[in-house]
DNA sequence: ATTTGGATCGCAAACGTTTGCATTTTAAAC
DNA sequence: GTTTAAAATGCAAACGTTTGCGATCCAAAT
């Protein structure tokens, strides 16, 4: 029934050469004669050889694969980073494993572990949110292998990051509604044990400093979900002396107020203005559309990845690199016209 | 520099006993005192000895890797299917590769035939909108290696297949439509030649059939994009006797429905009706929010693993299994009450 | 006729496991 | 003290490659 894969040596065996002139002959290496590369490349056609990648890649200690390590899948920005990262991987001849820490250290560290023993050649990792132990990213380090981490960087860890712009990104938001008349200007953040979320809020808070406008406690929230929004919402426009604006650390959090806005009989963005962050097709579903912060996942997923085949192939960039993707500024029907 | 990989010979080198022993005391062979077990097992601990899954995967001629093949990453359907399979992969111990066809047949056969050489131990392939030959899928099953197709399914291809309730999914929309006291409903489609289009197709006729409701060429449209429907639908809009309702093959098709609709002045769901497929959070965007079908990608792709693992196991189910996920109709603003 | 010296090719080891079989050790039975 | 069976371990081949080194061959140069 399973018909066996066929190997150098039935090809050697066929045509009465070793095993080792075949292997040769097939990567049309100098010592063999015309002749028989031809006698060989065609046997090898004609049998349908195809390399065993398991051995060779036993014999040379290598490995085209390299594993991404992401917090969740179904998801705008992380998706698309995947997308940058397949088609450079695919362009470059290496194979992508998908792992999903689901926001879980534990799940993390499992697939840490598993990572170094299947020894891929490299990994890309993004935190998890639960996570704040960095051993098992050491651990792979040791193990010789190659990682960067990219958006929800490890600075405990010395290695190369590919990060977004966030403070600039919030920065240039918030001016945005500042310049389109915005006086007080809610935001909506996660946790600010994330790096993203400290860098996010300092781009806010800088902002309103460099327009001299007051920083006031009142107006920063935790919220981080469209349903949180929906309920923290209502509150928040029922507060003596409301926002004008609102500035979302993402997108569903973004439509989460929208909606509870309207719901209260406000206009948008006659009376109050939105903002959110992350893009995707949901900032135009929304109705007015919504102004955002487009991150740019791809060439996140992309440079990411880039970074990491070039260290596997030995390329050095210097010891240590940090790269940084642009934001920009989705103008559209949240805000007002300046 | 590079601090080699222990294996199971240096353990036997320290402990002076045989690479044979070793190994399987590693895996509590009878035959090997639980002396010996516990010394080799605590030096393995000792020294972080991890087993060369490749040299392991030679040997047995096996694979723990599976690919899944998937037309878009950045999609809410099909991330959803991959979460699902990267689910029960990981918890069944297998690792699973990700591949994008980009929709493209080229594509589509350069990563079958790496599948083939990475000799991966099953695979699970969507097709492509453009593939009309299946020649690359059947290579896959001539050298051994499990498949089953999803979603996209190929008919030409005996093996298991796991689809999404297109026809009934379709249906049940429609007689929706038809309940709440819409007579005149057009359906924007993709292109008929996939399968998938052609089953809601067939749901949208029956419907209209089952209700005495008259079939009119002109109300089915090839159209299965948000642009496309933006420019589409103010035409439809302008026809002397307008649809009062209309179906979509999917929710991003929808939202340009929706827009067209507003910029024409009129009301959504007094007007007209909207129904999309497809689910994800753009239907919670929308304003009013889109009544869609909801597919259950991730029950999508947890069975179609299940089911490839299963295969690879050796598990048998009979020699050939189609399993069909239920769709649900979720009933939100576009559409009216009955 | 002998020596060179490329040009071709084959031998065998190596990568890290697993496993059938042979071998040694142990301990019990005589 | 010998035999015997069972328990514990080791040998070596195998999985499919690659590659350093040595072997062969043939033509040209001496």
Chains 1, 2 share one sequence.
Do not use: W
Not at 103 to 118: D, F, G, Q, V
Not at 124 to 151: G, M, P, R
């Amino acid at each position: 029934m399973a018909k066996k894969q066929v190997t150098i040596v039935d090809i050697a065996k066929e045509l009465n050469i070793s095993p080792s002139t075949v292997s040769r002959a097939l990567k049309n290496h100098p010592d063999i004669s015309k002749k028989t590369v031809k006698l060989v490349q065609e046997c090898a056609k004609r049998l349908n050889y195809q390399p065993n990648i398991m051995a060779l890649n036993l014999r040379l200690g290598k490995n085209n694969t390299i594993a991404v390590i992401v917090p969740e899948i179904v998801h705008y920005f992380f998706s698309s980073i995947v997308k940058g990262v397949e088609e450079v991987a695919f362009d470059e001849g290496f194979n992508v494993m998908l792992f999903r820490s689901k926001e879980s250290y534990e799940r993390e560290l499992k697939i840490t572990n598993s990572l170094i023993n299947a020894r891929v050649a490299g990994v890309l990792a993004s935190l998890s949110k639960e996570t704040d132990k960095y051993e098992h990213f050491q651990k792979i380090l040791d193990n010789n292998i190659q990682l960067v981490f990219y958006d929800r960087i490890c600075i405990g860890i010395i290695t190369d990051r590919v990060v977004v712009d966030d403070y600039a990104g919030a920065m240039t938001a918030v001016e945005h509604l500042i310049h389109t008349g915005c006086k007080r200007i809610a935001f909506y953040c996660s946790p600010t044990h994330l790096e993203i979320s400290k860098n996010r809020r300092n781009g806010y808070l800088d902002a309103l400093r460099k327009h001299k406008l007051p920083v006031e406690k009142e107006l920063m929230f935790v919220c981080d979900t469209r349903e949180q929004a929906m309920e923290l919402t209502p509150k928040v426009l029922a507060m003596d002396n409301p926002p004008d604006a609102f500035f979302a650390i993402n997108d569903h959090t973004a439509t989460g107020i929208l909606y509870a806005i309207k719901q209260a009989g406000l206009r948008v963005p006659e009376d109050i203005s939105i903002c959110g962050f992350s893009g995707g097709d949901l900032a135009l579903a929304c109705d007015p559309m919504l102004t955002t912060v487009e991150q740019h996942g791809y060439e996140v997923g992309k440079t990411a990845a880039k970074l990491l085949i070039d260290k596997i192939k030995g390329v050095t960039h210097g010891q240590f690199t940090n790269r940084i993707v642009k934001t920009k500024l989705m103008v559209r029907g949240t805000t007002r016209k300046v």
